[in-house]
């Protein structure tokens, strides 16, 4: 399975190639947030195989590891800097039974009905063909096993996320509607299950956010993640005046307990037959 263009998939590898560094760190917690769950909701017995797709630094798989001491995680990913972030936190923590491999996850190079559990987290709606990609997956996937995405519900980063837009777009940079807004609802997420065939469906929603003491925290989301593709086409003449118009808006967001950054999340659960 492969319908995305070769010049988009490299677009994607190249930015997270550059943000590899600080991705999921401080102000990007969220991520490391939203991992701290996995073990709970899949319920893991110790003895799993699991493949997590798009594993970019390996926070989802290093959570899941330490709940598998009989068990194993094989995290792929395109971009080779957020494969040696994740091997860095891999010899951090001492994990021994984590591998991690670059590869595509619409070309998944591994056996079929192989894996008790894969995990997606905050990946299937990079492709535009969604339905073939879960698709794809699934046949990945034992009999019994099960697939766990994670993605943004609607509203999640309001409002600074339609500050940033509005104003990039000001600033003559074109915009595509967000890639995750596919996902962004348990329908959504239920319908591109059913799709590939999964059943039992089940969905939780958690909030994952917290508090900013000032703007330059919320621009260090903006610098570390998928946002760096849009700024970066500001050019450096223009990005200074940018953000100090975009932190100035972003700023008086604040209350007595500083600026919420609001990080909604919905995992959902599918299982193979």
């Given amino acids: 399975m492969d319908t995305d263009s070769d010049e988009r998939k490299e677009f994607i590898r190249q930015v997270f190639n550059t943000v590899c560094e600080r991705y999921g760190k401080d102000s990007l917690r ?3 947030n939203a991992a701290n769950h996995l073990p709970g909701l899949l ?9 997590d797709i798009a594993t970019g630094t390996g926070l989802a798989a290093s959570r899941m590891a330490a709940f598998l001491p009989q068990g194993h995680v094989t995290g792929i ?11 860095a936190m891999r010899q951090e923590l001492g994990l021994n039974n984590i591998d991690y491999r670059q590869m595509d996850m619409t070309q998944l190079a591994l056996p079929d009905a192989h894996y008790d559990v ?8 990079f492709v ?7 698709r794809h997956i699934n046949t990945k996937i034992k009999p019994g ?9 609607a509203g999640s980063m309001a409002p600074m996320q339609e500050l940033l837009m509005r104003r990039l777009q000001d600033y003559g940079v074109e915009v595509p509607q967000a890639a995750w807004s596919q996902l962004d609802s348990e329908e959504k997420n239920r319908q591109l299950f059913a799709q590939a065939g999964l059943t039992g469906i089940e969905h939780h929603r958690h909030q994952v956010g917290y508090y900013f003491q000032h703007a330059e ?9 998928g946002f760096r593709g849009f700024v970066n086409q500001l050019g450096e003449e223009k990005l200074e005046q940018f953000k100090q118009e975009h932190l100035a808006e972003v700023n008086a967001l604040a209350d007595k307990n500083g600026i919420f950054f609001n990080v909604e999340i919905i995992h959902s659960i599918g299982n193979k037959s």
């Fill in 30 to 32: 969220f991520f490391e």
């Fill in 43 to 51: 319920n893991l017995r110790g003895k799993e195989q699991v493949l």
């Fill in 77 to 87: 990913d395109m971009s080779e800097g957020m494969l040696q972030q994740a091997e």
């Fill in 118 to 125: 894969i995990n997606a987290s905050f990946a299937i709606f």
């Fill in 128 to 134: 535009e063909d969604m339905d073939a990609l879960v």
């Fill in 145 to 153: 096993g099960r697939l766990l995405s994670t993605h943004f519900a």
């Fill in 217 to 225: 925290q919320w621009w260090d989301v903006v610098w570390w993640a």
